[in-house]
């Protein structure tokens, strides 16, 4: 048991970087691949602006895919380390089966979705044809073959749980190496492969992400030996499903919130096409810096899961001391990159049409990174003690309550020019920061409550 005991001896600073950078390094480079998929889009001969923005709009509903899987792997991953800490091996191995369960169901709706639902979608959202045309078909393909994105959330969330953290990236590098190298050859035509265009990159995409999947299954079979496996656990147990929603809901309602505001903002964003687009290529690039945050926050949620099981109440503190430290310096390096190159990521996107829109959103929006950080760690600290409310209400400012009645609000004053939507830009650093407000309160509560409780 040497993952558990280093879970339990280890002191909490050190294990947060030995866990935290390969999570990290695994966020960023789901982060890049993703932008090397835009900027290999952004550079085909023909309709390469159609191209960016049709990626715009099914942006969105891979978020909530993504979203769904992770959700659920976060909340498997929480009550996985909990319940290891408590020494319960038994009902480890019902977590781990339940949450394969969870993963076909939440497959079956993707598929449905990707044969019904895919055209009215991108439609609600444009009216050009082409847009719509891309954006259709690279969707379906996504949808229809989305069991890699689903299983590979999985497998990385159990891999996590029981600090075999090294591994999940390793899953996520074989990924994006596939995915980067397929980009140029299906997205182009290269070789005996036939110029695929948009369709090229979907199946690029997941490809990839299949490879991903079947990698950490692997190692998950192999190497987490703490509990048992097999079909028999995958048995629907709604105890353990209602144990591992009552900490994963919260996540997935808070991805899923990401999901509607990128949507809302593309509605709010439909009178101009160019500033649509832009909004598309810098959230691309604004996951890159918010993933670092998320590969931490994956960090610091099973150290304190596995320390509030045990009943440490020195090492909760230290992760949420530490948590909160390694994130702040992880977005001091964020701000200083995106303020610093906006034209080199313009340049890399090919977005001639909405460069100057790109810019002035990177300029701005850059500005709300540290208090975005904070809230993400603020969640994994709530979702470590059961605190999925506050987590929930986070979310709810950050991405709902606050950032799109002021960004509709900012749009009535502005149409046209890029100075004038600009205006809109600044509802996401004013939202991050009354987020930030929010979640210290909510911090300093459940300390009280759940940690300086424990003897």
């Known amino acids: ?98 949450s394969l369960f969870l993963g076909v169901i939440i497959y079956a709706a993707c598929l449905l979705f990707g044969i019904f639902g895919v055209n009215a979608y991108i439609s609600s959202q444009t009216v050009d044809q082409e847009v719509i045309s891309m954006g259709t078909g690279y969707l379906r393909i996504c949808c229809v073959i989305s069991f890699g994105i689903i299983f590979f959330s999985l497998f990385e969330k159990l891999l996590q749980a029981t ?14 190496v596939v995915n980067i190298i397929l980009d140029p050859i299906m997205i182009y035509g290269l070789g005996p492969v036939p110029e695929m265009g948009v369709e090229g990159a979907a199946y690029a995409t997941v490809i990839g992400q299949v490879a991903s999947a079947v990698l950490l299954f692997i190692f998950h079979v192999k190497l987490n030996k703490e509990f048992e496996h097999g079909i028999k656990y995958m048995k629907p147990d709604g105890g353990i499903i209602k144990g591992i929603y009552s900490i994963g809901l919260p996540a997935i309602i808070a991805q899923a919130l990401m999901s509607i505001m990128v ?46 099981g045990m009943g440490s109440r020195k090492r909760i503190n230290d992760g949420i001391k530490y948590g909160l430290i390694y994130t702040i310096i992880l977005m001091i390096a964020g701000v200083a990159i995106t303020e610093i190159f ?56 950050r ?3 606050v950032i799109l009645p002021l960004a509709g609000i900012f749009s009535v ?35 009280n409550n759940k940690v300086e409780s424990l003897k």
């Open 163 to 176: 600090g075999r953290s090294l591994y999940s990236t390793i899953g996520q590098v074989v990924g994006a």
């Open 263 to 308: 949507y809302v903002m593309n509605l709010i964003l439909k009178f101009n096409s160019s500033a649509q687009t832009a909004y598309g290529l810098f959230y691309k690039v604004q996951q890159f810096v918010l993933f670092l945050a998320f590969g931490l926050r994956d960090a610091i949620t099973p150290i304190i899961a596995f320390a509030y």
């Open 399 to 401: 991405q709902l309550v």
């Open 1 to 98: 048991m040497a993952e558990s005991n280093r879970m339990k001896d280890m002191p909490v600073n050190k294990l947060m970087v030995q866990m935290g950078i390969p999570m990290i390094l695994s966020m960023a480079l789901q982060a890049v691949y993703n932008i090397v998929d835009s900027a290999f889009v952004g550079n085909m001969k023909a309709g390469s602006e159609a191209a960016l923005n049709a990626l715009t709009l099914v942006f969105p509903v891979q978020m909530l895919m993504v979203a769904v899987g992770i959700g659920t792997g976060v909340g498997t991953n929480a009550f996985l380390a909990m319940t290891l800490g408590q020494g319960n091996t038994r009902k480890a191995a019902k977590v781990a089966g339940n």
């Open 342 to 397: 906006p034209g080199a990521f313009a340049t890399l996107f090919n977005a001639d049409q909405s460069r100057e829109y790109f810019i002035g959103a990177m300029r701005i929006i850059s500005i709300s990174f540290i208090f975005a950080g904070i809230n993400v760690a603020y969640q994994g600290i709530y979702q470590a003690l059961n605190g999925g409310i506050e987590s929930l209400v986070i979310s709810l400012i």
């Open 413 to 447: 004053f502005v149409r046209s020019g890029q100075m004038g939507v600009s205006l809109i830009w600044w509802a996401f650093p004013i939202t991050e920061f009354i987020a930030c407000i929010a979640g210290y309160v909510f911090l300093k509560r459940i300390r």
